[in-house]
């Protein structure tokens, strides 16, 4: 056994005894440049929904393990290409839209929507020069359900066999996924760990202590509120509290009348979160990327079934900023106790962190020995 081996195999085993990773995991720029490379250029990043790659031309752009992406809707299906033009390296398309060509705006290299290399300005004059030689390099882009993901390994198990059984839980809130309507996509910065944030999202420990109003609307009791890890993807579920329902809640709450009667909280390795609230159909996605070890960077898109009032989506949307902002404040807290390193590891509830210390356990597995 190597010497690598042996320090994974210690820290997996004090995990198991509630022990956590220690402080400089959450700190340390080698740590993020090793999570880029072995764990996010080897996983599928959430890149955008289906509904705006439906007709030929189509393309969203978004970024895997550092690497700027894009998704084409050709006449064969999805294209996933590294949106980085084989000429100079500037990004060939920016943001989302429809193309009948891709057009680098830097010296107007011109690619298929298959990413094959059609037209170069005076190339005609330049020595051994093939147009094939320099497509648009290709990865992997899979839909599940409505969602598009991209990943840079070829050898990676597919979207489908990782997060596939997620739909099927979602179908079970009253959420009816090719139904969804888009409503907006907001980017967001904060200043913790990608970990620190999604390990705050894996838990509802602290949810009665530090959402009031979210501990209003959903029942985060122990005995009702479940949290199960799947392998690639972990779920939480809590029912809709009776005195919400019955407008009784302590306090002033959106109308979480509706269909959906449980939230659902799913997490997708390494980092997507898709979220439901009790109420009219609804959903959000969201993304955490790490902006070097101290501070994290991620969108968040939000999606409702038809005929939602614009009344209600702002109300939940509002009602998720708030839950976010508290969640904010509370990593961030976090992170300033990393960063002093004392004390250098935490120690879990065993029975209510388990998913935290499931996923502390694929990130020591992913990334090995530090
Ligand atoms: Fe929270």
Same mark, same amino acid.
């Given at each position: 056994m190597t010497l690598r081996a042996d320090v994974s195999a210690t820290l997996l085993a004090a995990l198991d005894r509630g022990e956590s990773l220690p402080a400089r995991w959450y700190t340390d720029p080698s740590i993020t440049e090793r999570e880029i490379a072995r764990v996010f250029r080897k996983s599928w990043n959430y890149i955008g929904p289906l509904s705006q790659l439906v007709d030929i031309g189509d393309y969203v752009t978004g970024y895997a393990g550092g690497v700027p992406v894009a998704v084409v809707r050709n006449e064969n299906g999805l294209a996933g290409l590294v949106n980085v033009c084989r000429h100079r390296r500037h990004e060939v398309l920016k943001?989302?839209?429809?193309?009948?060509?891709?057009?680098?705006?830097?010296?107007?290299?011109?690619?298929?929507?298959?990413?094959?290399?059609?037209?170069?300005?005076?190339?005609?004059?330049?020595?051994?020069?093939?147009?094939?030689?320099?497509?648009?390099?290709?990865?992997?882009?899979?839909?599940?359900?409505?969602?598009?993901?991209?990943?840079?390994?070829?050898?990676?198990?597919?979207?489908?066999?990782?997060?596939?059984?997620?739909?099927?839980?979602?179908? *079970?809130?009253?959420?009816?996924?090719?139904?969804?309507?888009?409503?907006?996509?907001?980017?967001?910065?904060?200043?913790?760990?990608?970990?620190?944030?999604? *390990?705050?999202?894996? *838990?509802?420990?602290?949810?009665?202590?530090?959402?009031?109003?979210?501990?209003?609307?959903?029942?985060?009791?122990?005995?009702?509120?479940?949290?199960?890890?799947?392998?690639?993807?972990?779920?939480?579920?809590?029912?809709?509290?009776?005195?919400?329902?019955e407008g009784k809640a302590k306090r002033k709450l959106y109308d979480v009348s509706g269909v959906v009667r449980q939230s659902q909280y799913h997490f997708l390795w390494p980092n997507v979160t898709i979220n439901i609230n009790p109420g009219f159909p609804n959903l959000s996605i969201d993304v955490w990327t790490p902006d070097g070890p101290n501070a994290t960077r991620g969108f968040s898109e939000q999606f409702f079934g038809p005929g939602v009032s614009e009344d209600?989506?702002?109300?939940?949307?509002?009602?998720?900023?708030?839950?976010?902002? *508290?969640?904010?404040?509370?990593?961030?807290?976090?992170?300033?106790?990393?960063?002093?390193?004392l004390p250098d590891t935490g120690r879990f509830l065993t029975n209510s962190e388990h998913l935290v210390i499931h996923f502390q356990k694929m990130i020591v597995e992913a990334v090995g020995e530090s």
């Open positions: 943001g989302r839209g429809n193309a009948k060509s891709l057009q680098c705006g830097y010296h107007a290299w011109t690619y298929d929507l298959a990413g094959g290399l059609k037209r170069v300005p005076r190339s005609a004059s330049e020595p051994n020069f093939n147009l094939a030689d320099f497509p648009l390099l290709p990865i992997r882009a899979e839909a599940v359900g409505p969602f598009v993901f991209v990943n840079l390994d070829p050898e990676a198990p597919t979207a489908a066999s990782c997060y596939g059984p997620v739909l099927d839980l979602i179908a *079970e809130s009253g959420v009816v996924l090719h139904t969804l309507v888009h409503y907006g996509r907001e980017e967001w910065r904060s200043n913790a760990n990608w970990k620190t944030m999604l *390990e705050n999202y894996l *838990e509802c420990y602290h949810c009665a202590v530090a959402h009031p109003g979210f501990n209003a609307a959903i029942d985060v009791r122990p005995d009702v509120y479940t949290l199960k890890a799947h392998g690639y993807f972990s779920s939480q579920s809590g029912p809709v509290r009776p005195a919400a329902l209600f989506a702002k109300s939940l949307v509002s009602f998720n900023k708030q839950v976010a902002a *508290e969640d904010d404040a509370l990593t961030d807290s976090v992170q300033r106790g990393l960063i002093g390193g």
